[in-house]
């Protein structure tokens, strides 16, 4: 997948304040505030910034957590993680592999088939209905 590499200044211009602080800062937004954590459509879910296909919701689940949450990416390479050691936490981060905006986070309680939660925040999603990608 070809990376995408812009300069702060192109994200701050293109994305909302709140997008760039969750996508580009690592932000969270507080539980059950965002548009998807209740979504029940049909279709995929894509990165905000790039619009690079990331969950189906055939994968979607509620967690009870207050945020979108997924068993599994749409494709092994549509997400990308590393270390997170913010907050006196050890977590995963999850990002999206296409422009590394920061998603949200992937946890090991999730239901089968995967055991696996990828939480992530709605604001770093938009929804394309309909769409199996």
Request: proline content about 5%; some cysteine.
């Amino acid at each position: 997948m070809a990376k995408i590499d812009k300069s702060d200044r192109q994200w701050r211009d293109e994305l909302s304040p709140e997008q760039y602080e969750v996508c580009r800062r690592k932000g969270t937004e507080r539980a059950f505030t965002g548009r998807y954590h209740d979504h029940k459509g049909q279709g995929v879910y894509r990165c905000v910034a790039c619009g690079n296909p990331l969950f189906s919701s055939e994968t979607k689940f509620d967690s009870g957590t207050g945020w979108p949450s997924f068993t599994s990416p749409l494709r092994p390479d549509a997400v990308s993680d590393e270390v997170d050691r913010s907050y006196g936490m050890v977590r995963t981060e999850v990002m999206c592999s296409a422009c590394d905006s920061h998603l949200g986070h992937v946890f090991e309680d999730g239901p089968a088939p995967t055991g696996q939660r990828y939480c992530i925040n709605s604001i770093a999603l938009d929804f394309s209905e309909g769409e199996d990608d």
